[in-house]
């Protein structure tokens, strides 16, 4: 079964805009984590979020997290041709630490 | 440092034959997973390792479906006989300590095997 859920399933931007993502799950987690993967691709490790953290930042990426209403979002900044990949979002199971249930993705175009 | 690696990176079969995937995850890293992701979808665990023992193999269809872990390092995933839905791509991944790990619970992903089942 699958514990989070990307919206929207696919979203088109131009190069130099911004593009928030969201993830909502189900269950209590200890973290939060956000991959990329690109066409024909494995999956990249993008950031982890814990859950008593607020929000995060790496570089042009920002994830917050809201324990309350069980959601995250991930926001890409100044968006470039090379972000354009499928956005997963992940949380273990309830029960297990090591183990990530993944979304169906956001699957991200950004036009130059 | 090498990534994951996997082998082959396509593959082809008829219906009702055998295939298999290798895996070689990060060094030193203990936990080893095998995803199946279909066209459109996110990565489904198959079954996980820690060393060479299976932690966690409920979503494996058992029928068709082995994995084994030779060694806690190198492991191989089979299918026999495959279906046509098993058309997929098949994902390894490893988390551990070392090699620049960002935290245990992060997952380094090899770049899948692509299996279509004709």
Redesign the interface.
């Known amino acids: 079964s699958q514990q989070g859920e990307e919206d929207p399933q696919a979203l088109s931007i131009q190069e130099g805009e911004n593009a928030t993502m969201n993830c909502s799950y189900k269950t209590s987690i200890n973290n939060l984590q956000w991959y990329r993967q690109n066409s024909g691709r494995g999956l990249v490790h993008l950031i982890l979020i814990r859950s008593n953290e607020r929000e995060k930042h790496s570089g042009r990426l920002r994830v917050t997290l809201d324990t309350s209403k069980k959601s995250s979002s991930l926001l890409i900044t100044a968006s470039r041709a090379a972000d354009t990949a499928s956005y997963f979002c992940a949380t273990p199971p309830s029960g297990s630490a090591r183990q990530l249930t993944f979304g169906s993705g956001t699957q991200l175009t950004v036009l130059p | 440092e090498a990534g994951?690696a996997q082998s082959p990176r396509y593959k082809i079969i008829e219906k009702r034959q055998s295939v298999a995937f290798w895996c070689n995850p990060i060094s030193g890293h203990a936990?080893l997973?095998w995803y199946q992701q279909i066209l459109?979808?996110?990565?489904?665990?198959l079954i996980?390792f820690q060393n060479n023992g299976v932690?966690?193999d409920s979503q494996l269809p058992k029928d068709r479906f082995s994995a084994e872990r030779l060694k806690g390092v190198d492991s191989t995933l089979k299918i026999q006989p495959a279906k046509l839905e098993d058309s997929a791509v098949y994902?390894c991944?490893s988390?551990g300590s070392g090699y620049r790990a960002?935290?245990?619970?992060?997952?380094?992903?090899?770049?899948?095997t692509?299996l279509l089942v004709l």
Do not use: H, N, W
């Open positions: 994951v936990t997973y459109g979808q996110g990565p489904k665990l996980q932690v966690d994902l991944a988390s960002k935290s245990q619970e992060t997952q380094y992903f090899g770049p899948g692509r």
